[in-house]
């Protein structure tokens, strides 16, 4: 994952320094007029920007991470029903996040910002909760309804992430929702949609003009590789694995408390005073970095294992694997709440851990004219398989520029067949961990 500038994306890189020259000249605009910075310093500090600087180099995730695109069979829309469960789990915490912000702030409009949202249905179930909760909760009385609460829509990912594919299908979201409302003789609230293409770990809003921040499934990815875990410092691994150093393991959890606690302190700045953020972030039961239960560590060994038995292949050169660690943390609920509250910046309304599993009856797993240890086993399979494809929906791009495409299909055959084994001796996998916080952005004096 170390950087070297893509000759190719000269035009990803212009865009990123118009973005950059945006955001400087932002920041520097009060420096502007009350220090009336001479126009000479000004033009130097635009031209160091313009330099390939390590800022850019570290963009690499924002050119290289996003979910498979579109809508055939390995896409991310056809391979996320663990994400959906989730955000199926949480919307009673998203009922009242929003019932919240009615009564406290009554605003007269409301916007909301799903952040990496990613490609697919899972962001529209999402929006359908809000524009759900937002009706119920609407006065019937007809002179209200004249003028009924307007909900603008922000749906955020990296700009690589397959925006058409959501924005496509908005058009049928939209005349399928108008339809199902009036069988009920109602009529959804108006609303937008718009897209943030950029890095939540940047700024991405106006001060003060959010109302509510969705964020599930998306937090654990880091900005980048931990700083300073350099080559060779987590040999044979992918990730934090049983034969991972506690500095490397350290690495990683500073990495995620640098990234966690920068995005609290950018999106308090974009919250309305007491506005709310629904989080939920695939984590672990506890403190434990690798046995801690909440099977990203154990799913993770298990893709690490993969890449080991196609270096015995002599399919992967091992100095690739011992120079690529995939930059995900799942942080565990005392991890979190620790960052939060060290924020000051937020107060915690609610937290809840879930465990989701991989349902066996889910999907087809299983063959319905079969019985016993046949069933099983084949159960045991099915989950393997769709774990895989689950794993592969979001990480083979990444996994594709470092190790090249010619050995996905055969990877995640072998992390299938290694999961497999595992569910079958029993051991982790059949349910993943998911810890959910509500906030409130503090009303500071
Ligand atoms: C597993 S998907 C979850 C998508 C969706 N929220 C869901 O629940 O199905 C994670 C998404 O987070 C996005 N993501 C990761 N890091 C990000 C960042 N720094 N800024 C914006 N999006 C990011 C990825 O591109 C990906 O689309």
């Known amino acids: 994952m170390q950087q070297t500038p893509h000759p190719h994306n000269h035009i990803e890189l212009s865009i990123y320094i118009s973005h950059a020259w945006s955001v400087h000249a932002q920041r520097h605009t009060t420096i502007l007029s009350n220090k009336v910075l001479r126009v000479e310093q000004f033009r130097n500090r635009v031209i160091d920007l313009a330099k390939p600087s390590q800022a850019f180099l570290d ?23 663990i994400q959906r469960k989730a955000i199926l789990a949480t919307e009673p915490m998203v009922e009242k996040a929003i019932r919240g912000l009615r009564t ?8 909301v ?44 990912d990296l700009p690589s992430n ?21 069988r009920r003789g109602l009529q959804p609230p108006p609303h937008y949609f718009a897209a943030v293409a950029g890095s939540f770990y940047t700024e991405l809003f106006p001060c003060s003009s959010v109302h509510l921040f969705h964020s599930s499934f998306s937090l654990m990815w880091l900005s980048q590789v931990p700083e300073h875990l350099h ?23 500073d990495e995620f408390e640098k990234g966690f606690s920068h995005f609290l302190q950018l999106r308090c700045r974009e919250l309305v005073p007491g506005g709310r953020m629904v989080l939920t972030i695939l984590g672990r039961k506890n403190d434990d970095m690798i046995f801690g239960g909440g099977t990203l560590s154990s799913t993770l060994e298990l893709l690490s294992q993969a890449m080991r038995t196609l270096i015995e292949e002599g399919r992967v050169e091992e100095e690739k694997l011992d120079t690529f660690n995939l930059p995900i943390y799942s942080p565990s609920p005392d991890e979190l709440k620790r960052l939060v509250e060290q924020s000051h910046l937020l107060d915690i309304m609610d937290t809840q851990v879930f465990d989701l599993p991989y349902d066996p009856m ?59 084994r595992q569910l079958e001796s029993g051991g982790e996998g059949r349910a993943v961990t998911v810890i959910s916080m509500l906030l409130q952005a503090k009303v500071l004096q």
């Open 59 to 81: 963009m690499k995730m924002e050119r290289d991470l996003h979910t498979i695109k579109g809508d055939g069979d390995s896409s991310y829309t056809k391979n996320s029903s």
């Open 231 to 253: 080559s060779n410092m987590n040999k044979g691994n992918i990730h934090i694995g049983v034969t991972t150093s506690p500095l490397a393991a350290k690495l990683y959890l």
């Open 162 to 182: 397959d925006f058409n594919h959501t924005f496509q299908s908005l058009e049928q979201f939209k005349q399928l929702t108008a339809q199902d409302y009036a």
């Open 104 to 111: 406290d702030l009554q605003p007269r409009s409301m916007v």
């Open 362 to 420: 889910d999907q087809n797993y299983s063959k319905p004219d079969q019985e016993g240890a046949a069933a099983a086993d084949d159960a045991h399979e099915a989950i393997g398989r769709k774990i895989a494809a689950g794993l592969r929906a979001v990480t083979e791009p990444l996994l594709a520029c470092h190790f090249g495409e010619s050995i996905i299909d055969e990877l995640f055959a072998v992390f299938a067949c290694n999961m497999t």
């Open 113 to 156: 910002a799903d952040l990496g949202c990613s490609s697919g249905a899972n962001t529209l179930l999402f929006v359908s909760k809000v524009i759900a909760t937002i009706s119920e909760d609407s006065p019937t009385d007809s002179n209200i309804r004249e003028c009924p609460m307007e909900l603008q829509f922000f749906l955020n």
